[in-house]
Every structure is written in C-alpha cells, then in structure tokens.
T-cell receptor, first 117, second 109 residues
Framework: EAGVAQSPRYKIIEKRQSVAFWCNPI?????LYWYQQILGQGPKLLIQ????????DSQLPKDRFSAERLKGVDSTLKIQPAKLEDSAVYLC???????????????FGEGSRLTVL | GIQVEQSPPDLILQEGANSTLRCNFS?????LQWFHQNPWGQLINLFY???GTKQNGRLSATTVATERYSLLYISSSQTTDSGVYFC???????????FGTGTRLQVTL
C-alpha cells in the first residue's frame, strides 16, 4: 500500500515570495491534515479536511496561508507571501474513516521542508 | 484544547539499556498515539493506544486514561531507536490531535 506522498521535499524561497505544497493521501483515507513543524517543536495542526470540507482551520494564518482539497483526494497548501517565521517542515497526514469515530491512526508523509531567506 | 507534556525532554542511553518515556495530558483523551521521528524527519506510528497496554517487539506502551498519562517503554535500546518520540492526543469532541514537545533520544554505542 502506497503511503502519503508529498512534494516538493525541499524548497528555498525569499521572504514575500509564494510557495505551494502538494499532498496525496493514502487511497481511501477520508481525513487529511496539514501540520507545521518548526525546528525543536512538535507538529502543530494547520488545517483538517474531511473529504473536501474543512473540519478545523482555527490555527491557519488565513492572511497568508490557504489550502484546498477540491475533489476530496489530494490537497495543496499555499503560502503567499512567505515570512521568515514560516521556515518549517510541512507535514501532510491522513487517516481512514471520519475523525468523529476516533478510530484513525495518523499516517504521515515525509514532509516538505521550507526555508525562507 | 488539551495540553500535552512529555518527559524527559532529552535522554541519552547506552546501547542495550532500557528506558521509559512519559506523556501527561491536561484532560481526558479518547485518541492517543505515539510516534517516532527518525533523524530524516519521518514520523512513524508506533502505537495507537487510547487505553490499556500494547507491545510491539522491544517497544511497549501503557495508557492509564483515568489518570491522564501514557508511558512508552523501550527495552534493549539500539542506535536505530535514536530520534524524537512524540505522543499526541485528542480529547472530548475536539477534532484535532495535539502533539507534545517530544523526547529526544540518543542511543550511543
């Protein structure tokens, strides 16, 4: 079974530029998450999708971050314009079933490491 | 949301030693997982353990939900066990999994 796929693995940009990350979850997984992990910290949830609907985006900085999952499968996370403090690893995860059933083990992709200069 | 505390923050072991990592939650949780983040950054599921005890090889975990903590045991540690161990939990009707700050483990020869 293929795992969660993410791209690009690494990205270096200058502040005020834009960047987009892509995630393809495990086949059949209804719930998709984007986490931000700053060096030395635990992952922090940015946004959670159930199929193509947003369940939780309370910690997404909506003035510069956006995410979509139009067809309920793959997802993109965009940052525009980037700030220095956005330097982090952006992790995508998916889980089978709906979050309400609390059955879901989270499966993570390898992450996309962003450096903002 | 819930708060998650992990201890110790750092741990250095000699190969072959045993260790116990702890995770405390500020409130009851109904979804609890342990992860290992390897030196390349990949987060790997270790256990999904909202309650009870599970074992997988040299690793085992116990969650005492009523007392809001979970323990991860590593026996006969190996250098490949090095990395950061995270616990994460979800409480009540919350939809998101909240991570602790991790325990950084280094296993030396």
């Amino acid at each position: 079974e293929a795992g969660v796929a993410q791209s690009p693995r690494y990205k270096i940009i200058e502040k005020r530029q834009s960047v987009a990350f892509w995630c393809n979850p495990i086949s059949g997984h209804a719930t998709l998450y984007w986490y931000q992990q700053i060096l030395g910290q635990g992952p922090k949830l940015l946004i959670q999708f159930q199929n193509n609907g947003v369940v939780d985006d309370s910690q997404l900085p909506k003035d510069r971050f956006s995410a979509e999952r139009l067809k309920g499968v793959d997802s993109t996370l965009k940052i525009q314009p980037a700030k220095l403090e956005d330097s982090a690893v952006y992790l995508c995860a998916s889980t089978p079933g709906s979050w309400e059933k609390n059955t879901g083990e989270l499966f993570f992709g390898e992450g996309s490491r962003l450096t903002v200069l | 949301g819930i708060q998650v505390e992990q201890s110790p923050p750092d741990l250095i072991l000699q190969e072959g030693a045993n260790s116990t990592l702890r995770c405390n939650f500020s409130d009851s949780v109904n979804n609890l997982q342990w992860f290992h983040q390897n030196p390349w950054g990949q987060l790997i599921n270790l256990f999904y353990i909202p309650s009870g005890t599970k074992q997988n090889g040299r690793l085992s975990a116990t969650t005492v939900a009523t007392e809001r903590y979970s323990l991860l045991y590593i026996s006969s540690s190996q250098t490949t066990d090095s990395g950061v161990y995270f616990c994460a939990g979800r409480g009540g009707t919350a939809s998101k999994l909240t991570f602790g700050t991790g325990t950084r483990l280094q296993v030396t020869l």
